[in-house]
């Protein structure tokens, strides 16, 4: 983080550095500019006075015009037509003559062009720049001869030293707003990193498994939001990690419940076969009571890898669902009636009871819900004594057909109704087994109707029986 605060702190620097070279680029230009044109616009006036001077005197000399250049604080020079010197204030009459033409310079071009001009230009024989401005004249026609021109220049030295100063000052000025700027940088780049570091050191921490740390937020910008983000992942991480250890303890009691409820019909059929083989077999009447057993325990397996399927394809989402339209009073029927031979039995009575005289169109999967109805039916017969009954009902409840499944069985007790749909769970584990229970059919009818987009109801009373419901979208 260290880094990144040198970082912020040079690009402020560097950025005000660059403003401020520009800035005082732009001012220096625009000092200079405002000082020549002011000094323009004064000579120019100052050479119209001088003019008005000249003018009505017919008899001008060379001494008025150096008076006239002591009054005006200025070199004059009067330039003809062509290019020639008539009068120069600081040049005696007898070596004007001798003067180079002046025609060719660049404020009398400019004047030549615009009725005006400025140049400057350094004196090589005093060594200071000179600021020269000409302006084109109506001829004089006088002891003067034919003036063309007036140029007036003025060195330099008081206006550079004006501007100096100016720079200077700017210069000082910059100075105390870099230092200024590094100063609020500084606080600025540690405001700014300061809760990076927090949040670097306690990404860290969390690295190293530490998830109760918790980076605490002050403020609801993007370092804050960052911060919210990073306490949120950990407590989803946390919570995704307790389910995780959670989901392996399942796994783990599923593998062993899967065990136990594997090696009982195995071992039963080993020890079955193995009194066989030791010679019962002999035996018509031992023989085939074993076998018979063994055929049983054999189906008891069937249908216990046949569930462990069922759940396993329906929790991983390998099986799909075909929702189609179908008719429920035919559905009921033809569960009842694959089911009527298994409650004859036991003298159990496994009838129908419709809420309508006509039949309801209902949407699902149709195999699904035979297989949920059957596991909740054949739950039903497994727990309900012999000449108790069972009522399949439907009841026509606005977008919903309910379907209950109600028995006279031996009922369940509060405290397991909330676990009864967990994989291998049971309430009496013994009666289960004898009953030829593998554990997995309420739990498989949970997730049927689940995929269902509905929920199973249970209602039940010890000793006076249960009601199973579950909702079918018409």
Avoid: C
């Avoid at 604080?73 to 290019?83: K, N, P, S």
């Avoid at 990404?203 to 403020?219: C, E, K, Q, V, Y």
């Avoid at 023989?287 to 929790?315: H, P, Q, V």
């Avoid at 017969?381 to 031996?410: H, L």
């Amino acid at each position: 983080m260290k880094h990144i605060r040198t970082k912020l702190n040079a690009t402020y620097i560097g950025l005000t550095v660059l403003v401020l070279l520009v800035a005082g680029f732009i001012i220096d230009i625009e000092i200079d500019a405002y000082f020549h044109s002011r000094l323009a616009d004064d000579l120019e006036h100052r050479a119209d006075l001088i003019l008005d001077a000249i003018k009505p005197d017919s008899g001008n000399s060379d001494e008025r015009i150096k008076m006239l250049a002591r009054s005006a604080g200025a070199r004059i020079t009067l330039v003809a037509e062509d290019g020639r010197v008539v009068l120069d204030s600081e040049v005696p009459v007898e070596k004007i003559p001798a003067l180079e033409n002046h025609l060719n310079r660049p404020e009398i071009q400019k004047a030549l062009r615009a009725g005006s001009g400025t140049d400057i230009r350094r004196s090589v024989t005093v060594g200071v720049d000179y600021f020269y401005m000409a302006k084109r004249i109506e001829y004089l026609e006088n002891a003067l001869h034919a003036i063309a021109f007036i140029r007036l220049s003025v060195p330099l030295t008081e206006v550079q030293a004006v501007s100096h100063g100016i720079r200077l000052n700017i210069m000082f000025a910059g100075i105390f707003v870099l230092i200024l700027v590094v100063i609020v940088s500084s606080f600025v780049s540690h405001r700014i990193t300061g809760p990076l570091v927090h949040i670097a050191e306690a990404a860290g921490a969390i690295r190293h498994g530490d998830l109760d740390t918790r980076i605490t937020i002050n403020s609801t910008d993007e370092i804050g939001q960052v911060a919210h983000a990073v306490n949120e992942m950990v407590d989803r991480l946390k919570t995704d990690i307790g389910r995780l250890r959670k989901l392996e303890q399942v796994r783990s009691q599923f593998l062993g419940n899967v065990s136990h409820e594997l090696r009982t019909p195995i071992f039963a059929l080993q020890g079955f076969l193995e009194t066989l083989l030791d010679g019962a077999i002999d035996d018509p009447n031992v023989s085939r009571d074993f076998l018979e057993k063994a055929y049983s325990n054999a189906m008891r397996l069937n249908t216990l890898l046949n569930d462990l399927i069922d759940i396993s394809r329906i929790e991983s989402g390998e099986m799909k669902m075909s929702f189609r339209y179908f008719d429920v009073r035919e559905f009921v029927d033809s569960v009842i009636a694959d089911l009527q031979s298994v409650a004859s039995s036991k003298a159990i009575t496994l009838k129908a009871e419709y809420g309508t005289e006509t039949s309801l169109q209902v949407m699902g999967d149709r195999d699904r819900l035979v297989q949920a109805l059957t596991n909740l039916i054949d739950n039903a017969i497994k727990y309900t004594q012999n000449g108790g009954t069972i009522t399949v009902q439907t009841r026509d409840e606005g977008e919903n057909v309910w379907i209950d499944v109600a028995d006279t069985g031996i009922g369940i007790l509060p405290e397991h109704l909330s676990r009864i749909f967990e994989r291998f769970y049971r309430v009496d584990k013994e009666r289960s087994r004898e009953a030829g229970g593998t554990g997995l059919g309420l739990a498989i009818v949970k997730h049927i109707i689940e995929a269902h987009g509905s929920k199973v109801e249970v209602r039940s009373e010890a000793g006076k029986g249960s009601v199973f419901s579950f909702p079918v979208k018409k």
